[in-house]
C-alpha cells in the first residue's frame, strides 16, 4: 500500500457502536499486517482510549497539564507555528501506542470548546478543512497505511472536519427501524455536503452491529440493508456479545479475550471481513 487511507466512523445517533467499530476494525487491520492510526474526535470522555486501557495513563498526562499539544492543538490557528518549533516531535508527543497494534490519538477536553472555535472561521472550506490540511501535511508523511477516525454522533463543526478529512464513512447499523431512518439521512446529508462544497463523501462501509439472530425481525432489517446498501454492506454481521462490552470495561478489544465466547468469535471473524471489505472499498474509491 503506497497512499495513506482514511475513514471516519459516523452515524448522527449515539450508541450504535461507533466507537467500538474504530476500535475492533483497527486492530483487525493491524493483525492483518495494516500500520493503523486511530484519531479519537469523539469527545473528552477519551471512550477509544478506554477501549485500550490507556486512558488512565493520558488523562495524568492532562491533569498534570502535560497533554499538549494534543488533539485540538492541530485544530488551532497557530498549529503550523507550534509544530514549526517542536519540529519532529511535533506529531510524536501527539501519538500513543497501544497494546493491540493500532496508534492512537487520544481525546482531550479541548474537543469541548473546539465546534464553537470553529464555529468563528468565517470560511466555510477554512471551517472544515483544518483536520484535512494536518492529515495530509503532518500524518501523511508517517506512512500509516490506514488512519481511521472516530466521530461525536452529532453533525457539527467537529465532525464536518472528520468527514471533509476522511471523504469515505463507516457506519454501524442497528437492526431497526429509526435506525435504517438513520442511515439514509446520513445518506442525503452527504449527497448535500457534496453539492454544497464539491467534495465526494463515499458511504463506504455499513456495518450491521448488535444483530440478535434469534429475531425473525433482526433478519429483515439485515435483508433490507443488504438492498439499500448493495456497495457498502459489510461481508459479515457483528452479533451482539456480552463479551464485547465487557472486554471495553477491562479496556481491551475482543481481540485480546483469551477464551472467547462463540459470539466473541463471530464478531472478531465479522470485523476481520469486515477490514479486508473496507481497505479494497477504499482503495477503488480512492483510485477512481
Ligand atoms: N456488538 C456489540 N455487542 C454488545 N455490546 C456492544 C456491541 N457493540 C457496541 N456495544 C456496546 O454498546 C455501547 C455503545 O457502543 P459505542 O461503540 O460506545 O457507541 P457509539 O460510539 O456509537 O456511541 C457500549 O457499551 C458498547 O460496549
Ligand atoms: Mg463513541
Known amino acids: 500500500m503506497t497512499e495513506t487511507l482514511r475513514a471516519a466512523a459516523f452515524l448522527d445517533k449515539g450508541g450504535t457502536g461507533k466507537t467500538t467499530t474504530t476500535a475492533h476494525l483497527g486492530v483487525a487491520l493491524s493483525e492483518q499486517g495494516h500500520e493503523v492510526l486511530l484519531i479519537d474526535l469523539a469527545g473528552k470522555q477519551g471512550d477509544l482510549a478506554k477501549h485500550f486501557g490507556v486512558w488512565g495513563q493520558y488523562r495524568d498526562q492532562i491533569d498534570a497539564d502535560e497533554a499538549w499539544p494534543n488533539i485540538s492543538t492541530v485544530f488551532d490557528d497557530a498549529w503550523d507555528t507550534i509544530a514549526g518549533k517542536l519540529g519532529d516531535d511535533a506529531v510524536a508527543d501527539l501519538v500513543i501506542a497501544t497494546d493491540e497494534g493500532p496508534d492512537l490519538i487520544p481525546a482531550h477536553p479541548g474537543l469541548d470548546t473546539l465546534d464553537a472555535e470553529l464555529g468563528n472561521i468565517d470560511d ?47 457506519t454501524p447499523v442497528e437492526m431497526g427501524p429509526f435506525e435504517a431512518e438513520q442511515a439514509n439521512a446520513l445518506r442525503e446529508d452527504l449527497e448535500k455536503i457534496a453539492e454544497n462544497f464539491e467534495v465526494d463523501i463515499d458511504l463506504s462501509l455499513v456495518l450491521p452491529n448488535k444483530v440478535d439472530t ?10 433490507s440493508f443488504q438492498s439499500a446498501y448493495p456497495d457498502a454492506i459489510a461481508p459479515a454481521y457483528v452479533p451482539y456479545s456480552q463479551d464485547i462490552r465487557n472486554a471495553a470495561e477491562s479496556g481491551e478489544t475482543a481481540f485480546a479475550i483469551a477464551e472467547p465466547s462463540t459470539t466473541a468469535d463471530r464478531a472478531r471473524e465479522a470485523y476481520l471481513e469486515a477490514a479486508s471489505a473496507l481497505v479494497e472499498q477504499l482503495e477503488s474509491e480512492t483510485n477512481e
Request: aromatic share 12%; proline share 4%.
Open 124 to 170: 466555510a472550506r477554512e471551517r472544515y478543512s483544518r483536520l484535512e490540511q494536518f492529515l495530509d501535511e503532518y500524518v501523511d508523511p508517517l506512512s500509516y497505511d490506514v488512519v481511521l477516525i472516530d466521530l461525536p454522533g452529532m453533525t457539527n463543526n467537529v465532525s464536518y472536519n472528520g468527514l471533509w478529512a476522511a471523504r469515505h464513512v463507516i
Open 214 to 223: 434469534r429475531t425473525n425481525l433482526a433478519e429483515e432489517y439485515l435483508e
